[in-house]
């Protein structure tokens, strides 16, 4: 295990005040790019392709492969996020729009299962799931379930897709955090929260393991540095429920470093807030971003309930990980979740 002693410097560390506007950070495809992915579309739903049993090489695009090849690099190589927009998602069936969503990610990356249904693209909307505890794992409840808020944390892939087919009635808002300035800034102010941070903890899987109940096999660290690069692994409740199941609960230092980290990713410097309106698709850096959800007010009426679909994806060129950092879910480096619901 080596603790980085150094601030890193890479596209990818940034504040909120190093945005003067959402443009920056936002792709908006034009008439005739919307007809590309349309013209795509149709040729894979004539084939009988359905959405996640195709591939890159049978979306086929034009002058758009060039711009998702930007897109691809912003995300590997630059600030870690993307937003795309544009698409008219009411303009589509079910059908349609999921194809072009699904034909857009595999630019991005390789679908991998995102739960134990071994899904490779599943519905974020609430699903009536009860919170009834302090720690809504401890009862195996996944928050993207809930119209609850989620705090800033990291999905275990290399990079997460989420289009918004419906908003809520308020609430929903999304933010990002830079992995990365959070540990500029521990360094900087609490140095001696490095070693237990980088050691990691054992993580509770909440469900996503090989079995229902299980822990993962190794400490994960929160920052790993390896091969030149920082990656970073965050979610306060699985740590605590983790190192509840594993040994009791954490240490005093473990505690302090794990709340500085959350208190670090609510300050606003830290915190970009966007609102993902109907036809956006955010596409994060799970390796050096983090990611919230403010609380959900949604309609009453079924029809109208918000409504996304994520997607988790391993990127053509993954940041370097240290083997106990990428097995990150019992299922061997970058694997995906245990498929055990048939």
């Avoid at 965050?234 to 954490?250: P, T």
Wanted: charged share 25%; with cysteine.
């Amino acid at each position: 295990m080596e603790i980085l002693k150094n601030p890193i410097l890479e596209p990818c560390v940034w504040k909120v005040s190093d945005f003067k506007s959402e443009n920056e950070w936002t792709y908006t495809f034009s008439e005739n790019q919307i007809f590309e992915l349309e013209e795509a579309a149709k040729k894979v739903i004539n084939k009988k392709l359905a959405p996640t049993f195709f591939s890159k090489c049978d979306f086929i695009l034009d002058s758009l492969t060039k711009v998702l090849n930007e897109q691809l690099d912003i995300l590997q190589k630059g600030r870690g996020f993307i937003r795309l927009r544009g698409l008219d998602v009411k303009k589509y069936d079910s059908l349609t729009i999921q194809t072009i969503y699904w034909g857009i990610c595999s630019y991005l990356g390789v679908g991998i299962p995102q739960n134990s249904k071994g899904e490779l693209m599943s519905g974020v909307k609430d699903y009536g799931d009860k919170i009834i505890s302090d720690n809504p794992y401890r009862d195996g409840i996944r928050l993207h379930r809930t119209t609850a808020k989620i705090d800033a944390h990291t999905d275990s892939c290399d990079h997460v897709a989420l289009l918004c087919l419906q908003r809520a009635k308020q609430g929903g808002e999304s933010g990002v955090i830079s992995a990365l300035s959070i540990y500029n800034e521990i360094l900087k102010n609490k140095p001696e929260y490095l070693d237990t941070l980088c050691k990691g903890f054992y993580i509770d899987l909440i469900g996503k393991g090989k079995s229902e109940k299980e822990l993962s096999s190794h400490p994960i660290p929160v920052f790993s540095y390896y091969g030149g690069k920082m990656c970073s692994r965050f979610n306060k409740s699985q740590i605590e429920l983790g190192a509840e199941k594993k040994s009791g609960g954490l240490d005093s230092l473990s505690k302090e470093a794990v709340e500085y980290v959350q208190f670090l990713t609510v300050q606003e410097d830290f915190h970009l807030k966007m609102m993902l309106e109907e036809g956006d698709i955010q596409v994060l850096n799970n390796r050096v971003i983090y990611h919230t959800r403010t609380k959900v007010l949604d309609h009453e009426d079924p029809s109208k309930k918000r409504l996304l679909y994520r997607v988790w994806l391993n990127a053509p060129q993954p940041r370097p990980m240290a083997p106990e950092f990428a097995n990150q879910l019992n299922t061997g480096e970058r694997g995906g979740v245990t498929k055990r619901i048939y």
